[in-house]
């Protein structure tokens, strides 16, 4: 099957300082890719999709100011978090896409903001 | 609008009971797929199953099985005989057939703990 890395696993950082969590597809080409949000014993929410070489695509709420999404090529996306407060603190959830049907989900990465 | 509910929201049962997962969905379109994810306690999300609106037949790939059933709008799921390995929190989604799967609505998911 298809393999998504994300890296860092875990970070944690100073409130006000900027975290930038990489997202790589490591056998296919993603021509989109997603970022997910998961609060403790709660749902995946939808942040916002990335299509390569475009910008991306926000669901309502969410602020892109405060989530810098870079996706620059086929295999790469960042989820840049500027500024962080203790309120980002969360589970993020990259996945990847190579055609409709089916979307392959990163390990995620835990942070958490001091 | 979609939804997607997974009305129990904790399951608990002892090794080798077979335990099923609910899932009821509500949709405007005609052509939909449907997917199981797991979770377990590392986090990363295991894809299970994708189902095409189109497709009712039931599915059985080893202990699992998934019973869809349009005329109900549920997509059930059940492990037989389930172990610890199997404790995980599971998701069901839906995602319309011309949209990509990463826009799909999920539910709340359901926490699974198998106890030995």
């Known amino acids: 099957g298809a393999v998504v890395s994300q890296h860092p696993s875990r970070v944690i950082c100073k409130s006000g300082t900027s975290v930038k969590i990489e997202c790589r597809s490591l056998d296919f080409q993603a021509t989109t890719m997603f970022w997910y949000r998961q609060f403790p014993k709660k749902s995946l929410m939808l942040m916002a999709t990335?299509?390569?070489?475009?910008?991306?695509?926000?669901e309502q709420g969410v602020e892109k100011d405060k989530f810098l999404i870079n996706h620059a090529s086929l295999t790469l996306s960042t989820l840049t978090v500027t500024s962080a407060h203790p309120e980002d603190s969360s589970f993020y959830i990259c996945?990847?896409?190579?055609?409709?049907?089916?979307?392959?989900f990163g390990p995620g990465t835990r942070l958490l903001v001091l | 609008a979609q939804k997607v509910t997974q009305a129990q929201t904790e399951i608990s049962v002892v090794e080798k009971e077979d335990v099923t997962l609910d899932c009821v969905y509500e949709?405007?379109?005609?052509?939909?797929?449907l997917f199981w994810y797991k979770q377990p306690p590392s986090g990363e999300l295991v894809f299970l199953i994708r189902r095409n609106s189109f497709d009712e037949q039931n599915e059985i790939s080893g202990r699992y099985s998934w019973n869809f059933q349009k005329s109900t709008s549920s997509f059930n799921f059940t492990i037989t005989a389930s172990q610890v390995v199997d404790s995980a929190v599971y998701f069901c989604?839906?995602?319309?057939?011309?949209?990509?799967?990463?826009?799909?609505?999920f539910g709340d998911g359901t926490t699974l703990t198998v106890k030995p």
């Open positions: 990335s299509n390569e070489g475009s910008k991306a695509t926000y």
């Open positions: 996945s990847a896409s190579s055609g409709l049907e089916t979307q392959y």
């Open positions: 949709t405007r379109d005609t052509t939909y797929y």
């Open positions: 989604a839906l995602s319309e057939a011309d949209t990509n799967a990463g826009k799909s609505t």
